[in-house]
């Protein structure tokens, strides 16, 4: 069918995409233009946009990481930028592992037929389902008190002198440590949806390259990877969203300096009194990073939501 | 000789990372918390030092009101999160499956609200219900109307309201997607009959819909019972215990009750429930394939 035949629709039918479109980017919207107001006319109800557009919201809430002194603000209480880089930091690392990880188990779990495929194939598909708060206990537990390496031996002063955290050096409070989960938290899911790219690579391609003389491993980064790329693109934006907005996990995980921005964000709107500018200019920076990969990559998006479920 | 080993050991050696991350970082940690809940256990404590109480944890949670209501809320929650998201999600996708120009634009701006942090969504919606400041409000006001006190008295529907504005996507892209892989001979078929569009839709759309229909809602409803940050930075489960739904209550249990024992027990029972739904899905996948299976076999017999 030729791109310029669009059916002819009914003005009613417009009238309702507007209104969707309304209701799903509205919040949105009110969002972003409330990041831009003074409380005052935030609370005074000058609805609308009928005000004078300011950044110090922003401002305020990155005042830890600006090169210049801030005139409204004597003292800089609300460690934003800090707490953004950790989530950059924690964020990409856990994706990229978990991507590389996770196409090597998938790669195997298609192509080959070894001892103990079907046990893990379904452990995958059962540790899928568990939720971020079942893992809070014992992450907890283990995170502060297992896995440790003690404070004397080389090792111990190694890792704290590389990746910081307490003086017994637990995988708590550290960045390792809340990649680490996030990384095993996503892995079953990043398995589950390369399976199904993976699955569509046709196998003579790769079996020409190994009648060529490649290694496995040659065929698997030379052949199947660039073949997949879209699956990856998919994969890399879900772990990564997961990873950048989670919650509850980091703020188990965390010390004071490897706090998280969702954290931060918690913690701000549990006060007595919320300063909506500041809080909204926060949300809008944690929303954007999403916000960005989904314009740039929606297809990505929705071939990967719908690779699993619709294929069954 | 040496060569074969390798192939051999290859599939190992693709696996061997994944399952070293996931034994460690989270099959270890389940078995650790099913010991865990046999424990009387507050955080000061390494396991080591605790003591086993038996089914002490499960029991105590058994016949507490307040894990009772809190399992209750989370029930309603996910089933009336789910079935309404389910119907206004198909029923859009079924309106809106059309040859249109600018559908790519119309799905990237629905899937926004599922991309962006649920606590940030958490933070846009207690804005908006906000009693004075609030969207809502001051609308309702503004023609005239009595505001109402949505995180207040209304709070499980405000969450339920969030939640669906949400999600609600999620379905719509996944039944538009199998909308668009139906058989064309059939509708075609159908059209040529006679049927009506209600007819259509009901006899011949939804039911060559529903495996997929039925997978997108197990998987949904195993992501309403994950639920946690939205209702954290809305109403904090209250007001009282109105919308602690059960991944909050493990929360809270474990960092403000500081009893790490009790979490872990209603940790499991989650686990549980979980569990099986995910052996529902799974078994409902089994069975589809089989059928399939079955009926391609016969219609080979056939030719």
Same mark, same amino acid.
């Given at each position: 069918m030729a791109k310029s035949d669009y059916d002819r629709q009914n =003005?009613?039918?417009? *009238? $309702?995409?507007?209104?969707?479109?309304?209701?799903? %980017? @509205? =919040?949105?919207?009110?969002?972003?233009?409330?990041?831009?107001?003074?409380?005052?006319?935030?609370?005074? @109800?000058?609805s609308g946009l009928l005000f004078l557009p300011t950044i110090q919201n922003y401002e305020t809430a990155l005042c830890d990481i600006l090169p210049y002194e801030l005139d409204h603000l004597d003292f800089c209480s609300l460690k934003f930028g800090g707490a953004f880089i950790n989530s950059l930091i924690i964020a990409l690392i856990s994706t990229i592992l978990t991507l590389v990880i996770g196409c090597m *188990?998938?790669?195997?779990? %298609?192509?080959?037929?070894?001892?103990?495929?079907?046990?893990?194939?379904?452990?995958?598909?059962?540790?899928?389902? %568990? =939720?971020?708060?079942?893992?809070?206990? =014992?992450v907890f537990g283990l995170w502060n008190n297992e896995f440790c390496i003690?404070?004397?031996? $080389?090792? @111990? @002063?190694?890792?704290?002198?590389t990746f910081g955290g307490r003086g017994d050096v637990c995988l708590a409070g550290t960045h390792s440590g809340i990649i680490l989960i996030y990384i095993a938290m996503n892995l079953p899911f990043v398995i589950w949806i390369l399976q199904s790219f993976i699955v569509q690579v046709p196998y003579s391609l790769e079996e020409a390259a190994r009648v060529d003389g490649a290694t496995p491993f040659q065929v698997f980064f030379k052949v199947v990877l660039p073949l997949i790329k879209p699956g990856l693109a998919a994969a890399a934006i879900f772990t990564?969203?997961? *990873?950048?907005?989670?919650?509850?996990?980091?703020? *188990? $995980?965390s010390d004071r300096n490897t706090k998280t921005v969702p954290i931060l964000i918690v913690n701000n709107m549990s006060e007595f009194n919320v300063e909506w500018g500041v809080i909204m200019a926060t949300g809008m920076l944690l929303a954007i990073p999403p916000i960005i990969f989904t314009l740039l990559a929606s297809r990505q998006i929705i071939t990967g939501m719908t690779a699993g479920a619709v294929k069954g | 000789m040496q060569r074969a080993t390798l192939n051999r050991m290859t599939p190992y050696a693709f696996m061997a990372p994944a399952a070293i991350v996931m034994v460690i970082a989270l099959l270890y940690p389940l078995l650790y918390m099913v010991w865990g809940s046999f424990r009387d256990w507050n955080p000061a404590q390494t396991i080591g030092e605790t003591e086993f109480v038996g089914f002490k944890n499960y029991v105590t949670l058994f016949y507490d009101p307040a894990f009772r209501e809190s399992l209750s809320v989370t029930l309603r929650f996910a089933v009336i999160v789910v079935g309404v998201e389910m119907v206004i999600g198909v029923g859009l996708a079924l309106l809106l499956d059309r040859n249109i120009r600018g559908m790519s634009v119309l799905r990237t701006l629905f899937i926004l609200p599922m991309m962006i942090a649920p606590v940030v969504v958490g933070l846009m919606w207690r804005y908006m219900y906000h009693p004075t400041v609030g969207t809502f409000n001051r609308f309702l006001k503004s023609i005239g109307l009595e505001g109402v006190d949505w995180l207040g008295q209304n709070a499980l529907m405000s969450v339920i309201i969030a939640d669906i504005w949400q999600w609600t996507p999620f379905i719509f892209i996944l039944a538009l997607a199998a909308l668009q892989s139906l058989p064309r001979s059939a509708l075609e078929a159908a059209r040529i009959d006679g049927a009506t569009p209600w007819q259509q839709i009901w006899h011949i759309k939804i039911p060559l819909m529903m495996p997929v229909l039925i997978v997108t809602c197990l998987l949904r409803l195993i992501d309403a019972f994950k639920v946690l940050e939205v209702i954290l930075v809305m109403t904090e489960g209250g007001p009282g215990l109105s919308t602690e739904i059960l991944a909050l209550?493990?929360?809270?249990?474990?960092?403000?009750f500081r009893e790490l024992g009790v979490a872990a027990a209603m940790s499991n029972y989650l686990l549980m429930l979980l569990?099986?739904?995910?052996?529902?899905?799974?078994?409902?996948?089994k069975i589809q394939e089989a059928r399939e299976a079955r009926l391609r076999t016969a219609a080979e017999e056939d030719l």
């Open positions: =003005p009613a039918f417009y *009238a $309702l995409l507007a209104v969707l479109i309304f209701m799903s %980017v @509205g =919040p949105i919207a009110l969002m972003f233009i409330n990041s831009f107001k003074l409380d005052v006319d935030i609370i005074s @109800g000058t *188990a998938a790669y195997a779990l %298609v192509r080959f037929r070894f001892m103990g495929r079907d046990a893990a194939s379904l452990t995958t598909l059962m540790v899928r389902m %568990v =939720p971020p708060a079942v893992l809070l206990v =014992p003690d404070k004397a031996t $080389l090792v @111990g @002063g190694f890792i704290r002198d990564f969203r997961i *990873a950048w907005n989670e919650y509850l996990l980091a703020s *188990a $995980l | 209550r493990i929360s809270r249990t474990a960092t403000e569990l099986i739904l995910t052996a529902l899905m799974f078994a409902y996948t």
